[in-house]
């Protein structure tokens, strides 16, 4: 959490203040995971908690240790903020990169026994070789639909599941995935009249939990189009990269800053949507659509954008 707490903080504000703060801490903590580590792969700590069947759980090493190298990933990003030497964390996070695809690669796109989370885990973190990305995304996207979009995972896949998909092409998968009502899904809990999310895919815990609660900044980040971007850091200059998943016909977000409010909206009319963005005066953004053309926006701006291809 601290390490995801100040980076998230960084992305949104652009302010580095908990990074410097918590250098030291998170330092420590990746050292104390080094020590935890057999040949660079760690094994504690819960894994993709409250699976629908735990018997189908991707491997506790495997996640733990995709973590571990985000969070070397993420100690060599801070140690660049604050001025200090990366070389020691990326020396680490490529070692343990190296490890994870050594132990859990077997070609053909498949890691572990391929388990959604799994596959799903090595396509966000960006372990998996490039080469093989292609790959290993149309073996997730296949399982998902096998599945008839019912979800396969726990905490942890509810968030890499749909952010793989997307990321690789798949939106449409992504969206149905989300929105299916069969149990189980966030689609079942709604259709059993639910309004705040649950703890479990039964509701036989709590029912007001955040632990599956990533499909909303997956609402944001997607269709919304919010794309909070490394090279810029904070909002002050925002860039949107919306994406228009089938079954999805009209999308609003709206993201307060001191300066006014960021507003992205879209709806399909016949073949194709109309896409607009609203910013504060005097605040300058960039939107990329679908077809990778690049537009500076300021002010309000419209787009017509020929209906794409969703999914693979």
């Given amino acids: 959490y601290l390490f995801e707490s100040a980076d998230s903080s960084y992305r949104f504000t652009g302010s580095d203040a908990l990074i410097r703060a918590n250098y030291d801490h998170c330092a420590r903590y990746l050292d104390y995971c080094r020590s935890m580590a057999t040949d660079h792969l760690v094994a504690f700590g819960l894994g993709d908690w409250c699976h629908v069947d735990p018997g189908r759980a991707a491997p506790v090493e495997l996640t733990s240790s995709a973590y571990f190298y985000h969070a070397a990933m993420l100690m060599a990003e801070f140690a660049t903020v604050c001025g200090r030497d990366p070389a020691e964390f990326f020396e680490l996070a490529d070692a343990i990169r190296d490890r994870i695809n050594a132990r859990y690669y077997h070609g053909d796109g498949l890691y572990a026994s391929g388990e959604w989370t799994a596959l799903a885990a090595m396509l966000y973190f960006e372990i998996a ?5 292609p790959r290993v995304a149309e073996r997730l996207a296949a399982a998902v639909r096998a599945n008839r979009h019912r979800a396969d995972f726990g905490i942890l896949g ?4 749909p952010r793989a ?9 992504a969206f149905q995935l989300i929105v299916q009502p069969e149990f189980p899904g966030w689609g079942y809990w709604a259709g059993q009249g639910a309004t705040t999310l649950w703890e479990d ?6 029912q007001n939990h955040i632990m599956f609660g990533d499909i909303s900044a997956w609402m944001y980040e997607y269709p919304g189009g919010f794309s909070l971007r490394r090279s810029q850091p904070g ?3 925002p860039y949107w990269k919306p994406v228009f998943p089938a079954g999805l016909n ?10 006014g409010e960021l507003r992205s909206a879209w709806r399909r009319e016949d073949d194709h949507i ?3 963005v609203e910013l504060p005066d005097g605040m300058t953004g960039t939107v990329e659509l679908p077809d990778s053309s690049i537009h500076p926006v300021s002010g309000k701006r419209q787009f017509t954008v020929a209906v794409p291809s969703g999914g693979k």
């Fill in 201 to 206: 895919w039964r509701g036989l815990q709590s």
């Fill in 158 to 161: 509810a968030k890499f599941v």
């Fill in 250 to 259: 009209e999308v609003a977000a709206t993201y307060r800053l001191a300066q």
């Fill in 274 to 276: 109309i896409y607009a």
């Fill in 165 to 173: 998909l997307a990321d690789c092409g798949y939106v449409d998968d």
């Fill in 129 to 133: 070789e490039p080469a093989e990305r």
């Fill in 235 to 237: 909002l002050t200059h």
